[in-house]
Nanobody
Framework: QVQLVESGGGSVQAGGSLRLSCAAS????????MGWWHQAPGKQRELVAS???????NYADSVKGRFTISRDNAANTVYLQMNSLKPEDTAVYYC??????????????WGQGAQVTVSS
């Protein structure tokens, strides 16, 4: 079993910045890809950014140039630096991780969610 614990959400005015963190712990042999998703009220959960084990990143068009995803493999932690925030970035942000367990089985896990609210 693996747990993902998120931190760093909050409220900020448009143009401000926030940094989210997500730490994984448990029966981990290797974390493959890690990512951040967001879900606004009444909408589906959407991928914001992802990073694979080699450090290759992928971003939604809406956040390119404003958000940066990074990971610390030694700490099993993924970060999302969010700059130039806009009201439309308001959502609950979830991290996820594609984990290979010590048993060599694989599973995808989700964090508990962090509210990000951007006011105009």
């Amino acid at each position: 079993q693996v747990q993902l614990v998120e931190s760093g959400g909050g409220s900020v005015q448009a143009g401000g910045s926030l940094r989210l963190s997500c730490a994984a712990s448990g029966s981990i042999f290797r974390i493959n890809s890690m990512g951040w998703w967001h879900q606004a009220p009444g909408k589906q959960r959407e991928l914001v950014a992802s990073v694979n084990s080699g450090g290759r990143t992928n971003y939604a068009d809406s956040v390119k140039g404003r958000f940066t995803i990074s990971r610390d493999n030694a700490a099993n932690t993924v970060y999302l630096q969010m700059n130039s925030l806009k009201p439309e970035d308001t959502a609950v942000y979830y991290c996820n991780a594609d984990v290979t367990h010590i048993s060599r089985s694989t599973s995808v896990y989700w964090g508990q969610g962090a509210q990000v609210t951007v006011s105009s």
